[in-house]
């Protein structure tokens, strides 16, 4: 028999918590004057229920669970409350040939779960009251959530079920007992009510259902001294079921003659949803959904009536549902009995239920309450004085063109079916209908909070963890204003924010993710600060709304603009919308439900001795390893729901180094799921000898010094929301920088400095409040106005259609007419007076001098501004009079960031300096002081960077740079770019067109990782954290994965399609430094190399370490070729099998006896038959024919170059990345070396700092990444 488990160690329980038999005490039925005596005439006695029974796992006996280790299932009894049945003896009458009820567990200390109340439970299990029926009445089921006092809910279903009171047995507590002379006429012929109640830390609703329905069969037909052994043997079923993981596997198990279905979670932050999502659209219109979503959204004190106690709990959970990921943490009593009316009068948020008996009652009894009928779907108010305000319209109406195309009746799709002649064949078929209609109810109402709450994230600092409500609610329409105004009240909202700035990925996220348009990812990346382009503004129609939504204020310039679509006046009722909107708007979501399975949980045998509950765990594990063995080598997925499973079980089974192994490939296999508390518990509850027989088993050595070396308790993540408030106290630079960058002006802390530099000039290096509450308000005065701009369509006509007007001047006379000037990010142009004409002036690319002067008018010299361009011999002038000097500066700017946007291939150029010249404005307007424009100068850095220093780059670099993109865009500071790694598109069925496209991973600090789209070097995916290192390496693997090799000896495998990363590899012991795919012979094997020198080989299928060898030095880079491997150790490039047997070596002190010095890199050039490796202190590349390695080798300088950093092979070129001398600085250089002339062939100047990592793609361009000075990407063209 398998060693039990330490007594200390609470282990998972299974579905159950409690089952428990109520009904009406004995001592109710003793007096014959309390009864009735005509039947139809007078209503039987309404009665007080209690608990006759209750049941508690374990049910195993003590002397069978010490001998077994069963007795490991007793959960977290510090935890419980005790509770002990006194059974009454019953008295015995001779001859009555009655057996004795077998000895329960409620002969001793009963432990009973928190949140359930033993003294309430009666009350919620026949809510209605107990009577006695004088007909037979139909079985009933109602639901129930018990809420303990640190909020945890758990869950309850209720089967009512009636049994005939012959005169002679009656049960109470499993014991039968004779009074015939107790009882009248009339009792002895009633029907008496009793109630199993199922309760559990899951929402199972239709699954517990089904077990009932089944339990009850037996009930109603066996004796009265054998209920309690039924209940007693069904309790002990549903104990031994585990609780199925996240993920698409659902437990079956056949309670005969249903077979029950437990389904799972779709992911561990999602709720488990076992009921019919489609109930309150059959109670409510959609109109009226949206008013109590509105209710729960704004936290309102909500009571829900109904004459059916089942949908009172459904309903409400329903709605709960539709709120994900935003969660309802108020009170929540979905079922109050008529004795718990007074709940009501609770001065707090709460959702409630009642009978509709009580609705007149509660209605005049409280004030301000929600009080929803769903019998007959109205919702009415407590209060005459109560507003609760409209959901936002636009999303209101794409809600309810939503709902009114699905289809919510199974009856209709059931015509095109054969009649099922199973009956749970039939069941299976309506569960099938369910989960495709509850999966389009899910993502219908996401669709809901996303277009609600997704312009949240444009006002948010997450540095600093900043919530900018009032800028946000000043973007909102104002019919919108109320909704918003109350929701940013509450706790809800309160708790959403916290996950938003914590960059969550749950399901809003995702949908936000999936539903963004192109335009808004390349936005995102390019444009700012944020403005509405020409095409946003040819959306708007002309309507007198839009006059008032075009005045408002957009915030945030780092972030997205708000688009503002034309909406139709709001009506009383929402359905009044215009028939074509409806119509452009009714197709109902496109959502197919992830594919499912199912695993049947083997037969219970009774009677429940320690003997049968093993043989049970056996059958589980068997099952479990069949289906894992049958299994695909790639379903990875079904793979770690099964290892999850059995790990629980050898767990039960008290195997805990079984368990062990099994939650160690969890580890691998899915991370998401894997239960770190339960296995932490495991490792530290372990003896002596389970240590030392885990420590000789590799796999588990590691697992175990994870969790034995970790801190006591981790530090509690800061989860704090700050609203944002304008400074009371004089700021220094770094506090001046932290608050710029909350109030959402400029994130950038370079910029930042360049601005405290100008407010500070000629004064202390102090920024006073009123100075900072001054340029905030100046700041969005500019935005203001940048909104007010409305172009003719003539003038939209000749700009691009992502172009946006920054800044416009007062109406001026010019040599080309009288107008306003208007600035782009790409050109200048004359907005006409008079007739609205377009007058293009310049682009910027074409300015060939700017410069401020005066013009003589009449007696006056007017300050004018002076533009000359190199197409045309014209000078354009314009009398700016007292803005000639702003626009003077802001002109030369422009001007000079577009040059070096040309020259570099970096559009982020263009960005900074608009940046920089509203910076200008802003400071301009904020000062207003003769040194204002002075002041304002200091931010004209490209414009000095264009005098001080040349422009050009070498005509080399010019000609082969293509583009340079930049991954800290967003970041307050450049970030390094450690690891770059291309991976090819291919067109999957599964997969959306853009996931398809190729992409560019990048590697910055910290673990983060930016994927780009490189077909339009737009942000596919924003950064996601893979540990919290820095990443050495990435490879893809079999065109699914991306394997990356981190500083903290971790190997994290990304899920291409699902862009999670759910997998780990932890065998290696310190760094991992490089990692290479198997080649054509074995292309489901990974090997890599670790800084101690360890090679390891994968099995990708079952990411199983399958060899292993150790090379002498530390391990920096490894390469395949010839079938063998070729490792970097620093003082050698080592040749060996896959196996590890040594071929050849190339030892560095061999080849270099000046000084010491290591390996930095190699290539290899099959095609030559010629290693290629570069040497720390030396500026050369050195070759070496693979042929003999001990020949010396030939030497390539690379001049000007100080520090070589990395090497890449391309075609017939190897590309050097490292640093060296450009017009006497240091610069990132690359040298491009013809691998057959043996020659430097380019020079190229790539970026300010050095090049830290290269990568090609499909040998068509090079990819370099700089160091954190710089932190952008260049792309370069391979000839």
Known sequence: MAEAAPQHLALPSGLLELCALLGAPRDSLRGPDQVAQKRGGMHLPSLDPEVLSVFVPPFVSKEDSQTAGANCVALNKTKRRSFRKKREKPRAEPGNGLPEGPRGPDSEDVCIPNGVDLLALPQLCFPGGLCVASEPKEDGVHFLVLTDVCGTRTYGVVAQFYRPLHGEHCFYNGQAHWEPSRLSGSMAGGFLPYAVCVVSRFPYYNAFRDCLSCLLTHLKSCKDFEVDNHIKDFAAKLSLIPSPPPGPLHLVYNMKPLQVVFPSRADPESPVIDLDLHLPLLCFRPEKTLQILTCLLTEQRTVFFSSNWALLTLVTECFLVYLHPLQWKHTFVPILSGQMLDFVMAPTSFLMGCHLDHFEEVSKEADGLILINIDNGSITYSSDNMDVPDVPLLAAQMFIQRVQGLQLHHELDRTRLRASTDLNDGRACRRAWQQRLNAQIQQLTLHLLVSIFREVKNHLNYEHRVFNSEEFLKTRAAGDQQFYKQVLETYMFHAFLKDRLNRSMDAFAQMDLNTQSEEDRTNGLFLSPKRPTIEKMASRKTSSQHAARRRMVVSLPNLQDIAFPELPPRNASLRKTDPADRQSGSTVLNVTPQPTYTFKIPEIHFPLVAQCVQAYYNDCVNLLSKAMNCLAPDNSVLLARYLYLRGLVHLMQGQLLGALLDFQSLYKTDLRIFPADLVKRMVESMSGPECAQAERTPELRRLISEFLDQPGEAPKADDHVKNFELPTKHMQLDDFVQRVQESGIVKDASIISRLFEALTVGHQKLIDPETFKDLYTCWKKIEAEAQEVSLPAAVMEHLDRNECVYKLSRSVKTSRGVGKLAMTQKRLLLLTEGTPGYVEISTFRNIEEVRSTTAAILFLRVPTLKIKMVSKKEVFEANLKTECDLWHLMVKEMWAGKKLADVHKDPQYIQQALTHVLLMDAVVSTLQSPGAIYAASKLSYFDKMKNEMPMAVPK??????????????????????????????????????GDA????????????????????????????????????????????????????????????????????????????????????????????????????????????????????????????????????????????????????????????????????????VPEQEQLWAACAGYDDVYIWGLRDLARPPHRIHLPDCSKVNCMLRVKRQIWVGGTGLSQGKSKGKIYVINAERKEVEKELVAHTDTVKTLCSAEDRYVLSGSGREEGKIAIWNVE
């Open 997 to 1164: 496209h190729p992409k560019l991973w990048c590697a910055l600090s910290e673990g983060k990782v930016i994927v780009f789209d490189a077909s339009s070097w737009t942000i596919h995916q924003h950064c996601f954290r893979v540990g919290t290192s820095r990443l050495n390496c990435m490879a893809m693997v079999e065109q699914s994965q991306v394997w990356v090799g981190s500083e903290d000896s971790v190997i994290y495998i990304i899920n291409i399609r699902s862009m999670s990363c759910n997998k780990q590899l932890s065998d290696h012991r310190t760094s991992v430094t490089g990692l290479v795919q198997g080649s054509t012979a074995a292309p489901s094997q990974v090997y890599s190399c670790s800084l101690d020198g360890t090679v390891l080989a994968w099995d990708v299928s079952s990411l199983q370490v399958i060899r292993r060898f150790q090379l002498s030095g530390g391990l920096s880079s490894i390469r395949l070729h010839g079938g063998c491997l070729w490792c970097c150790t620093g003082n050698s490039i080592t040749v060996v099998t896959t196996n590890g047997s040594l071929c050849q070596e190339l030892q560095i002190k061999e080849n270099f006896q000046e000084h010491s010095t290591s390996f930095l890199g190699f290539q290899l």
């Open 956 to 993: 080399t670099t010019a000609e082969t740079l293509k583009h340079k993109i930049n991954p800290s865009a967003g970041e307050t500071f450049p970030q390094a770019v450690d690891v770059l790694l291309y991976t090819p598109g291919h067109l999957d069925p599964a997969e959306k067109v």
